[in-house]
């Protein structure tokens, strides 16, 4: 019987262990989580999104309150366009949060930085211009395109010296997206080098509508392996969404997948930066505990426990002081909501938004409880404590469970 440690994930001459740690924003997959990936000889990913907040709680910087100081005047201002994002600012807090990642890694393995196109950030291509390029900069082993079919990305930094060595992928969820993605890209001459194929179990965002579950992980990877062998496209394949066990991912290795993604089972780990209340609520969690909505300002369907406090809340918008998913006019599917509230329920101190939430402050925050779909089999994983409370896993245990473990077994913590 394999294991996953019986494969490898190749790229060029370098071996790794075939586990990636999916991104995670925002600060969810923190930099300790990816450092552990890295040092245990698999992939780890940290986010860029929200990027300058992340900073600030990782290094003490004043990114946000100052971004907040030159846009105050605008709080009141139903139109977001005048608040725009310093590029430089962008670039520094990106080079800090990467940079300093990437002095702390140790071990075989790879950090990647997950970079979601659909932080439109009031200004998307030259923002997503300078994240990408800061990512290099900051000697980023990789970047995962997620979010968004980033037709345009790799002609974004095809002139950064990295730009052919550092490893760069996409994930994707059909193969029309990925056909698209390729056609798109053709000119700069350059294939992805991994393509992570995610299912409708995953958690964060879906690339998928409201139909998510007449869609399967495995059909949609046997599709794209078929059209990439008759294209002779040799790109390793990353399936990702509900692999909870080893045996699961041995079954997507076993049929040509180069590494599988998780990260689900990640979320109750001392790494991840979930805070450890809200960890319990992952534990705890049953199957009807979880839902796929409409809640998200960017228009995708996102995964979460019903109990997120981010779910009904109507608070002010922050754009000010974040601003990461206004369009490119200023715009955010949450502002228009709140105001339709607001305009409907005159002097009241307090309104409720059930149709979209102010995802950038709840993320923050972390108000907005996403998993994946099997977050409700996170108790199978530990022991429950006298006090009724899971124990919180090492991400190493999480780990080793994937690459070791047969039968579909799960290893408790000691
Ligand atoms: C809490 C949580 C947050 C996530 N946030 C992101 C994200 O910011 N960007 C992204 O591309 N994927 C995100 N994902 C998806 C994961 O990176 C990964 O592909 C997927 O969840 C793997 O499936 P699994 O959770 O069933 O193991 C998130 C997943 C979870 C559980």
Not at 73 to 88: A, I, R, T, W
Not at 196 to 214: I, R, S, T
Not at 291 to 317: D, E, F, H, K, W
Request: glycine residues 8%; proline residues 4%.
């Amino acid at each position: 019987m394999k294991r996953v440690d019986d494969f490898r994930l190749r790229f060029g001459k370098q071996e790794l262990v075939p586990i990636v740690i999916g991104g995670m924003g925002v600060d969810i997959s923190t930099a300790d989580l990816a450092l552990e990936a890295a040092r245990l000889g698999g992939v780890g990913h940290i986010s860029d999104a929200m990027v300058k907040t992340v900073a600030d709680r990782r290094f003490n910087t004043k990114f946000v309150k100052d971004k907040l100081k030159q846009y105050k005047y605008n709080v009141e201002n139903p139109d977001k366009s005048v608040v725009q994002f310093d590029l430089g600012q962008l670039a520094e807090a990106t080079c800090l949060h990467v940079g300093k990642t990437m002095e702390a890694k140790r071990g075989s393995g790879m950090i990647f930085v997950n970079c979601m196109e659909k932080l439109t950030m009031n200004a998307p291509k030259e923002t997503l211009r300078v994240r990408l390029a800061s990512a290099l900069d900051a000697g980023v082993d990789g970047i995962t395109l997620a979010a968004g079919l980033h037709l345009g990305s790799f002609a974004l930094i095809e002139d950064h010296p990295r730009f052919r060595d550092a490893k760069l992928g996409i994930i994707v969820s059909s193969l029309r997206a990925l056909q698209l993605f390729l056609r798109k890209s053709a000119r700069t001459n350059r294939l992805p080098d991994y393509v992570v194929v995610e299912g409708p179990l995953a958690g964060g965002h879906l690339g998928f509508g409201m139909d998510w579950a007449q869609y399967d992980l495995a059909t949609i990877v046997a599709e794209i392996r078929a059209w990439l062998v008759a294209e002779k496209l040799d790109i390793p394949l990353i399936p990702a969404g509900g692999i909870f066990t080893g045996s699961d991912a041995v079954s997507f290795l076993e049929n040509g997948a180069a590494a599988v993604q998780v990260a689900t089972r990640f979320t109750v780990t001392e790494e991840c930066g979930l805070p450890a209340k809200v960890q319990q609520h992952y534990f705890k969690a049953s199957e009807a505990d979880i839902v796929v909505n409409q809640v998200s300002p960017t228009g995708y369907p996102m995964r979460m426990l019903t109990s997120s406090p981010a779910i009904g809340s109507g608070i002010r918008p922050n754009c000010e002081a974040y601003g990461y998913l206004l369009d490119a006019h200023g715009s955010c599917a949450y502002i228009t909501a709140y105001n339709r509230e607001v305009a409907a329920h005159p002097g009241a101190k307090k309104v409720s938004v059930m149709d979209k939430t102010c995802l950038c402050t709840h993320m923050r925050n972390f108000d907005c409880w996403t998993c994946g779909h099997y977050t409700y089999r996170l108790k199978d994983t530990s022991r429950k404590d006298e006090d009724g409370n899971y124990r919180i896993l090492s991400a190493e245990h999480v780990f080793h469970d994937y690459q070791y473990s047969t039968d579909n077994k799960i290893a408790l913590p000691d």
